[in-house]
């Protein structure tokens, strides 16, 4: 079963036959964990750097550093995860599109993460983060595999040249 991630959200599955994707991650990170013991996985979408603003409707997995512990101790608390066996992997987090962007909420979204989850005693292995190509993530329960599918993104203002189908 496919199970969506939406901006803000997670998801932790240890059905083998589950897929959980998440759409167009730009300035927001994808937070990936896997069990290869137990063959669970964790994702969350990371929208904001921090929670200080947070409502209280807010989704703790809506920020990089709230997201991170709370998704280790959803796949503990469901699955009997252990914090040793977790293989984790970012992506995600688009450099600031032109230089007048005074958010710059990717890199504050990444350095967040990281650095939330060096304090957790979590270290990750895979990145595909920065640069300027939107990120959707096809991940596979069965296997740990997470597919990326990456689209360029426009910078605002710029115009890029599309493919002309059905033209010699």
Known sequence: MDQVVGIGGFAVSSNASDIIKTFALS???????????????????????????MRS???????????PEHLMKEMMQKF???KSELLISLYGGVDSQGSNDCFKIGEKNLFTVKS????????YSEVDTGGNDSRTLVAYVSS???EVIKRPMLIRGEQKARPQFGKR
């Open 80 to 82: 009997g995860v252990s």
């Open 116 to 123: 939330t989850l060096k304090s957790l005693g979590l270290v």
């Open 27 to 53: 300035t927001c990170v994808g937070l990936v964990y896997y069990s290869m013991r137990k063959r669970v996985m964790g994702m969350s979408h990371i929208q904001l750097p921090n929670s200080r603003a």
């Open 57 to 67: 409707d807010d989704k703790l997995s809506r920020f990089a550093d709230t997201a």
């Open 144 to 146: 740990g595999v997470v």
